[in-house]
């Protein structure tokens, strides 16, 4: 076309004349304003152009066949254009910053360029941050409040006699129907739940590589290793290095913090003062119903029959006050025991047992528990108002002599703990040191009760 329009000009005009002609027609309808309409609407001419693009492409196969052919064994088969990473990450903000795609398309397709070059070891939790739980220990009150002051979904589980190595791992959702009054021990629960298998990650690996382990394995959550291999003299050994979770991968996706509603960073949670949160999960106080009238029914037993609460303190002679017996009271934690029905006596869980260390006296406010005492365990049947193991709160080495279970379907205990005690007595210290109470009454320790 081009030599056509050449020739013709030449015989229409002179040779000068018909060569700026034809240069300039060319230039302009056969360049610019082709390329210039194609580049604007590329998408919508080449859809219009496709039946006559076919056409040609059939009319000139017999060409273009053997000599795509032919090129191709000489040059080889086209590459094609191709990105670097990092080259694809620019070109992703270019066409951000043109409006070409959203801002937060443009942050999630970054994000997961970088995850590929990135290591587990920059996204996980170490070891020094995480919140375990030792397979020995037992859920009661106290663990199952700072369970819940963690906040966390999962928490892995370790053997006592060796932090590196993980067991298992404890669902929150496992302690619904558990009975924090039964202690049970954490590794019956992981037991019995099978939640023994853990997915394992090395500190080093990639974090898509990681990302792939825990969707193979169906878990959100992964034990990271470290590897020690010391100056080499020994063979290596793998050491709990942290933990990584999915949520810490998205976050690297997203470039944005995940909260959920139980995020202390939201309104719902941060809203709420501290003095209540505190209340809420602590469990020396969070769980007392009682009412006036019984907080001064129980205060008036401990302060007139039972001498633990009568007695001078060990170390400063100091005795509680009416008005510290009534604060501890009110202070101290009551526990509601439920027995299923049908169940076993041998499966009730014990509330005390004989030889074991304790710091805690219970008294008894609704039901019976059945104690067994001495060598030959001797069954007696406690009811209302009856203390357990009150010398439990003055002395730091006191040796439970008997074994306590629930002797009804519903037994409710007050709990008083021996730090409760030492609270008191300080309560019970009036301005400058002066004690208060009705000092000089001396009931020998461990007397009958």
Not at 111 to 117: D, E, H, K, P, T
Not at 404 to 427: G, Q, S
Request: hydrophobic residues 45%; proline residues 4%.
């Amino acid at each position: 076309v081009n030599s056509a329009l050449s020739i013709l000009m030449a015989d229409v005009t002179s040779g000068l004349v018909g060569f700026f002609t034809s240069t300039i027609v060319i230039v302009i309808f056969g360049e610019i304003l082709p390329q210039a309409t194609c580049s604007r609407f590329p998408l919508y001419i080449g859809s219009r152009s496709i039946p006559l693009v076919r056409v040609f492409m059939l009319l000139l196969l017999p060409v273009t066949f053997p000599l795509a052919a032919l090129l191709d064994w000489m040059l080889g088969k086209e590459v094609g254009d191709f990105y670097e990473s990092n080259e694809f990450e620019v070109l992703i903000r270019k066409h951000a910053e043109n409006s070409m795609i959203g801002n937060d398309p443009a942050r999630i397709m970054q994000g997961a360029l970088r995850m590929s070059g990135k290591k587990v070891s920059d996204l996980m939790t170490p070891k020094s941050e995480m919140f375990t739980l030792k397979s020995t220990a037992r859920l009661d009150y106290d663990t199952m409040a700072e369970i819940f002051r963690q906040g966390y979904s999962r928490v892995p589980v370790v053997d006592a006699e060796d932090p590196e190595r993980v067991t298992g791992m404890l669902y929150a959702k496992d302690l619904m129907l558990i009975v924090p009054a039964n202690a049970t021990p954490v590794a019956t629960v992981v037991a019995f739940f099978h939640r023994e298998a853990i997915t394992f990650v090395n500190a080093d690996e990639k974090v898509d590589v990681a990302f792939n382990i825990m969707l193979a394995s169906k878990r959100h959550i992964a034990m990271v290793q470290t590897v020690d291999d010391c100056d080499g003299t020994r063979d290596p050994v793998f050491k709990l290095g942290g933990i990584i979770t999915l949520e810490d991968i998205i976050e690297t996706i997203l470039q944005a913090e995940l909260t959920d509603e139980y995020d202390g960073s939201i309104a719902g949670v941060a809203g709420m003062r501290n003095a209540e949160l505190k209340r809420l999960t602590d469990v020396s106080k969070g769980f007392n119903d009682l009412d006036d009238s019984m907080v001064r029914a129980v205060t008036a037993h401990l302060t007139t029959n039972v001498r633990a609460f009568r007695m001078p303190h060990p170390t400063t002679g100091e005795t509680l006050s009416l008005e510290a017996i009534s604060e501890l009271v009110q202070g101290s934690r009551v526990i509601e025991v439920v027995v299923p029905p049908g169940t076993k006596p041998e499966d009730i869980g014990w509330l005390y047992r004989r030889g074991e260390l304790e710091d805690v006296c219970s008294i008894i406010l609704e039901g019976e528990v059945e104690v067994f005492a001495g060598e030959d365990e001797i069954r007696v049947v406690r009811g209302t108002y009856d203390v357990m193991a009150e010398r439990a709160v003055l002395s730091k080495d006191y040796v439970s002599d008997f074994s306590a279970r629930p002797a009804t379907a519903t037994v409710r205990m007050l709990r008083i703990t021996r730090n409760n005690v030492e609270e008191a007595f300080r309560i019970s210290r009036g301005p400058a040191g002066v004690v208060s109470g009705s000092a000089g009454v001396e009931v020998v320790a461990g007397g009958p009760r």
